[in-house]
Structures are given as structure tokens and as C-alpha cells.
């Protein structure tokens, strides 16, 4: 049996989760459910990205210990999960030991290889992103792009650095060749236009100072903590080394840490002599009703409310069916309510409900049949394309719509409704197996019921939102 490694991205946990959490968790575990349908054993791994300085800073605020902090929320990010009906089979902590002795390992090989050198250094920080920036790299107020309004840290101190000017021809090559495939091709280009800009080093250490004795120790030097970036891309590996599943297939990220996983990880792993992940498929970001997500606006989106209210099926459909896959999206729960009535109240919903309906007239037994995967449904998955998957599905539910409107079947005899309504049951069987990897529960309910020799009326799945 094949294997398929996947990833999410480490979220920082110096927060609750916000909804743009819950688009590349189900996102990722969308495209876990799919490989499994392809008979592929699959693995999912997201974890807490605990070793941040954003964390210590965050915690302090709190009032609690580093460790009590981030357990806490990394337990909060599993439990999101778990609500969104996306299963993690490895949630790995930063924290824990084996990520620390992995990440050691790690650091090890580097230095073996003559890639790690420690040197006195001034630069800008930016905690939210927990990187240095150079001046050409912040906007017209000295800003970091991703953290407008934040001024950033002028930090001088003694630190482990990487040699990561070692890697740039070797790197684009790999970004070229495609040997780390990176979707969609846009953020592709933009790798590599920041790569033949010519890489510095890299400062790859904090003091312990600064990091307030928190993450993983450098080897051998009681005075320095690792650089976040170097440990938290390392629960790649970490997470499944007894698994011996390494390299992953994808890494599923946001634009905003693009360079850390198209250069500074492959990077790393070069130096180390260690296998390359196979390919990062980048997602964009969320605005809120038209403005950027922030505490400040007061916008942030909780997701556990909307499933609440529309249960996570919907959720999922909304955030894979109308946000683009690869491009900035606009969140609006007004939207999420529209569609919810229209598209699975009022289409397929109502679809299997009218049908289950009409089965409980026939006294014959239906056929067994074996639902495949659309071929419109595998091209559009292949580009990773979520929202094109589903409007495939979602035609062939109109068609049905069209054929029992047409033919009126509740007009006929048994044995002509029988005729008429056999290959629409098929059809619905064969949709629910296709929204398997999608809205895992609804389909597997109408996938169950519909595959009954006889057919009773079922319960509505989405009942509307007034």
C-alpha cells in the first residue's frame, strides 16, 4: 500500500484559534480523506508551535507558567479539530521531548556539515513573525508587512547563525525542477524572484536572555535556545520518525511563512543530508466582511460558534466551496448562511430528502452499485482546485433535480418509478461518496442510508436558517 504523509502548518499557540485555523485544517484533512478514497495509507500531522517568543510574551501577560500556557491552547487547536471532524493522527507538541532530542539531531547534523558559525548581531525582529528583517523588506513606515503597525524589535546580541548563502543555487533548482512542487504556481515565481535576490545567512539561536530559558537547547552551549523557525519546522519530522513515514508529500501552509518552508527548510534538510519534502500547496488569506482580520477591529471570526450554529459539515462546505483553494478569500456569515439554505438545504438536502421520500413507495429491492470518484472531481483535485471539485458534485445534483422534475415520478406507477428513481439512488450514492473527502458525516450518512436495499425517508440533513 502507498503512503501519503500530509501537514499542516504549526500554529502558533499564543492565541485561541480564529476561523483562517479552520480553513487549512479542513483543507488539509480534506486532501488526507481524499488518498484514503485512493487506498493510500495516509497520514495527518499538525501540533502546537510552542517554542515562540510570541508564546513566553503571551504567557507572561497571562500570568502563567510558559508550559501551563501552551498547553492549554495547543489543547484548544485539537479540540477545533476534533469539532471540524478533521482527524489529526499525529499532534505533535513543540514541547515535548522527542521533538527536542530530534531537533538536537538535527542541529547536529548541520554543525557536521560545517553550516552553523556563532557571531555578534544588530537587527529589526518581528515577534509576530518571530524572523529578523533587513530595511528593504519592511514597508514605508519600517514595518513588517504581515504585522502593519507593530514596530519591530532592534535586537543586538551573540548568536548561531546558518549558513544559508551555502544553498541558493541548490535551492532554486529544486524550486525550478520541481522537485519540491509548490502550488500554485504564482507563489512559485514568487520564491523564486526572493531567491535570485541572493540569500543571506540566517541567525538560527536566541540568547537565553531573550528567550527566557524557553525552547529547545542549542547542543552544547547552555547560553542559547533555538531559532523557532529551526525547531518548529523540524515536528515535520519529529512527529513521525517512528513512523518512519518521512519525507511528506505536502505541506499546507498560508502565503505568509512561504519562505521558511521554500527555503530555510529545505535548507536545513540539505545540510543534514536528510530527504526533501515532495511538495507545499500555499492558501491565501481571509478578510472579514472586506477588512483584515485583527483583534484591533474586533473581527476575528471564532469558528466554534459557527458550529454551533451550522454544524461542521457546513462549515467545511462553505470554507472549501467558496473560498478559492489558492487565493485571498472574504469571509461573511451572511454568506456562510446563504449558502447553507441554498446549496444544502435547498440542493441537497432537499435532493435526498424527495428521493427517500419516493423509495418508501417502492416494494423492490434496490441493486448494489460502486460508487468512483468523478474524473471532474480527480483533474480538479490533482490542482489541488476545492471549490471546482464541488461545483462538479453539485452539478450532477441539479442534473438529478432536472430528471425527477422532468419525468415526475411521483405520477407513476411502482414499476415506473422504480425505473425512474434506481439510477437516480445510484447517482446519490455515487455524489455522497464523492463529498467523502468534503463533508465527511452528511456523506457518509446519505452514503449509508441510500445503499440500503430498501429505502426509508430520512431525516432532513440541513434544515434551513431563517
Request: glycine residues 4%; proline residues 4%; negative net charge.
Amino acid at each position: 500500500m502507498n503512503k501519503f504523509y500530509i501537514t499542516t502548518a504549526i500554529p502558533y499557540v499564543n492565541a485561541k484559534p480564529h476561523v483562517g485555523h479552520a480553513l487549512e485544517f479542513v483543507q488539509a484533512d480534506t486532501i488526507a480523506r481524499y488518498h484514503n478514497l485512493l487506498g493510500e495509507k495516509t497520514t495527518l500531522l499538525s501540533g502546537g508551535d510552542e517554542n515562540a517568543l510570541k508564546n513566553v510574551q503571551a504567557a507572561e501577560k497571562a500570568g502563567q507558567s510558559v508550559q501551563d500556557f501552551v498547553d492549554e491552547n495547543s489543547k484548544l487547536f485539537e479540540d477545533l479539530a476534533e469539532k471540524l471532524n478533521v482527524t489529526f493522527d499525529v499532534f505533535q507538541k513543540g514541547s515535548s521531548q522527542n521533538h527536542y532530542n530530534s531537533s538536537q539531531e538535527l542541529w547536529n547534523k548541520c554543525l557536521a556539515n560545517d553550516d552553523i558559525y556563532k557571531k555578534t548581531y544588530t537587527g529589526l525582529y518581528c515577534v509576530g513573525c518571530e524572523t529578523f528583517y533587513e530595511k528593504d523588506e519592511l514597508n514605508e513606515n519600517g514595518e513588517c508587512f504581515e504585522h502593519p503597525g507593530k514596530k519591530l524589535d532592534e535586537v543586538s546580541e551573540e548568536n548561531y547563525f546558518f549558513k544559508l548563502s551555502r544553498y541558493e543555487n541548490a535551492i532554486i533548482k529544486i524550486i525550478e525542477n520541481n522537485d519540491i512542487k509548490i502550488t500554485p504556481e504564482s507563489r512559485k515565481n514568487e520564491v523564486l524572484s526572493f531567491l535570485k535576490q541572493g540569500l543571506n545567512d540566517i541567525s538560527i539561536s536566541r540568547s537565553n536572555t531573550r528567550a527566557k530559558n524557553w525552547g529547545v537547547p542549542v547542543p552544547n552551549d547552555p547560553n542559547q535556545r533555538m531559532y523557532v523557525w529551526f525547531d518548529a519546522l523540524n515536528i515535520y519530522r519529529s512527529g513521525v520518525e517512528s513512523l518512519n513515514i518521512w519525507p511528506a508529500d505536502v505541506h499546507v501552509i498560508g502565503k505568509g511563512i512561504l519562505r521558511f518552508h521554500a527555503v530555510y527548510w529545505p535548507a536545513f534538510l540539505l545540510s543534514a543530508k536528510l530527504a526533501l519534502p515532495k511538495s507545499l500547496f500555499v492558501h491565501g488569506y481571509f478578510t472579514v466582511n472586506g477588512q483584515k482580520m485583527s483583534k484591533t477591529l474586533g473581527n476575528v471570526v471564532d469558528p466554534l460558534d459557527l458550529i454551533n450554529t451550522y454544524g461542521a459539515d457546513a462549515l467545511r462546505y462553505y470554507l472549501l466551496s467558496q473560498i478559492p483553494s489558492t487565493e485571498d478569500g472574504d469571509f461573511s456569515e451572511e454568506k456562510l448562511k446563504n449558502a447553507y439554505n441554498s446549496d444544502l438545504a435547498n440542493g441537497l438536502g432537499n435532493l435526498v430528502s424527495r428521493v427517500s421520500k419516493l423509495c418508501e413507495k417502492i416494494d423492490q429491492d434496490f441493486p448494489e452499485s460502486n460508487p468512483e470518484i468523478y474524473e471532474r472531481v480527480r483533474e480538479s483535485f490533482d490542482e489541488l482546485r476545492f471549490e471546482r471539485c464541488i461545483q462538479a458534485i453539485w452539478e450532477e445534483i441539479s442534473k438529478l433535480d432536472h430528471i425527477i422534475n422532468s419525468t415526475e415520478p411521483w405520477n407513476k406507477t411502482c414499476n415506473e418509478l422504480f425505473e425512474i428513481i434506481k439510477p437516480i439512488v445510484i447517482e446519490i450514492r455515487k455524489i455522497s461518496y464523492n463529498l467523502l473527502p468534503f463533508m465527511p458525516d452528511s456523506a457518509q450518512k446519505i452514503l449509508k442510508h441510500f445503499s440500503n436495499k430498501k429505502i426509508t425517508g430520512i431525516d432532513p440533513l440541513f434544515p434551513r436558517i431563517k
